[in-house]
């Protein structure tokens, strides 16, 4: 009877790890994952995960201001992303993120709540911040990024405007390179 359990637990154990957590027998995807959680147990990495979110907290909160078209959908954020609202300003989520991609801010179309534009579409866009955090950006650099991808979004059709962008953003990157 005990060996029946046991055998029964050892097949439980194994269909989690294979192909559940572990994934399909790509190996470079399995070491890649193993590669992740040992970084993710160093300690360096709490205190980089822990600027990751007071970065998309900073930057959320600049969605929130009064005298910007753009709106953070949730009022904020607690995680490492957020979800912006487009439709104040007649852009399209996918209008939007090849306007910020032409001033090299990456982003994606992505719906929001109540969305009447398709998937393919969309009326907001999402951001995050873990790649800047690894470059070194903090909470001011992100206030700033969020008040460039305001000035773009809100002047789409002004050339000066989107040239400034670029320029801005390319000022912020090269003052965190990437190591």
Same mark, same amino acid.
């Given at each position: ?16 790890? $294979? ?17 992740? $959680? ?45 979800? #912006? ?5 007649? #852009? ?27 998937? $393919? ?10 790649? #800047?955090?690894?470059?070194? $950006? ?42």
């Amino acid at each position: 009877m005990i060996l029946s359990n046991n055998l029964e637990l050892g097949k439980k154990i194994n269909s989690a790890v $294979f192909p559940g957590t572990q994934g399909g027998p790509l190996e470079h995807v399995i070491a890649a994952k193993a590669q992740a $959680f040992y970084e993710d147990l160093q300690p360096q990495f709490t205190t980089y995960i822990a600027q990751v979110v007071k970065n998309a907290a900073a930057m959320a909160d600049e969605f929130t201001k009064e005298d910007n078209n753009i709106r953070g959908v949730s009022g904020g954020t607690d995680n490492h992303l957020m979800i #912006i609202d487009l439709t104040a300003t007649d #852009i399209t989520g996918k209008e939007g993120q090849n306007l910020l991609d032409s001033v090299n801010i990456t982003t994606n179309k992505e719906s929001i709540p109540g969305d009447k534009r398709s998937p $393919f579409i969309t009326s907001g866009l999402r951001l995050g911040t873990p790649a #800047i955090t690894s470059r070194g $950006f903090d909470e001011n650099d992100c206030r700033k990024i969020a008040q460039i991808i305001s000035n773009v979004l809100n002047h789409a059709d002004d050339p000066t405007a989107l040239e400034k962008a670029k320029k801005e953003v390319a000022a912020l990157t090269k003052k965190h390179p990437i190591e």
